[in-house]
């Protein structure tokens, strides 16, 4: 599926991914947007784009301080039991208290996992997570195109 995302979007994903782990590993916080819902007092909203959800296809995900909102489904991020970043693989798996499970992939999921675990554990990675983020897998017809 992450063949039909722009090449651009893939890379750019990545590195604001990137870029926020860096801000959140120096104590800074993912920036709020404009919100495009109705937020609860206090919330606050960092984003909105599309993701592959597995076994249901592509949807709106929208993230807050409190929730991440996808597939007709709201997580509660105080119900956040286990986040699983795969950033080389442009995904993120995560469970709640309720036993649901979702995974989610697309060229902004990198920097979800960052946004959500900056909310939930105060860092850019779930604890005991040891990120080593190769670049992003490329497709042959993206070599340099700078020549």
């Known amino acids: 599926m992450l063949s039909d995302y722009d090449p651009g979007q893939l890379m750019a994903g990545f590195r604001s991914m990137s870029m926020l782990a860096g801000l959140v590993e120096r104590g800074g916080r993912p920036a709020a947007i ?4 109705p937020l ?7 984003g909105w784009f599309p993701v592959d959800v597995t076994g249901v296809g592509r949807r709106l995900a929208v993230v807050t301080s409190e929730r991440l909102i996808l597939a007709g489904a709201e997580y509660r991020l105080r119900s956040v039991t286990s986040l699983r ?8 798996a995560l469970d709640v208290r309720d036993g649901r499970s979702v995974e989610v992939a697309g060229p902004w999921v ?4 960052v946004v959500l675990c900056a ?7 779930p604890p005991g997570y040891a990120p080593v983020i ?3 897998r490329r497709r042959r017809e993206l070599a340099d195109t700078r020549r």
Do not use: M, V
């Not at 609860?40 to 960092?46: A, D, I, N, V």
């Not at 970043?85 to 993120?92: I, N, Y």
């Open 34 to 37: 404009s919100p495009t819902i």
């Open 40 to 46: 609860r007092s206090g919330e606050k909203q960092y």
């Open 85 to 92: 970043p795969r950033p080389g693989d442009f995904t993120l």
């Open 110 to 113: 990198p920097w979800l996992g």
């Open 119 to 125: 909310e939930i554990h105060g860092a850019a990675w």
């Open 134 to 136: 190769p670049a992003p």
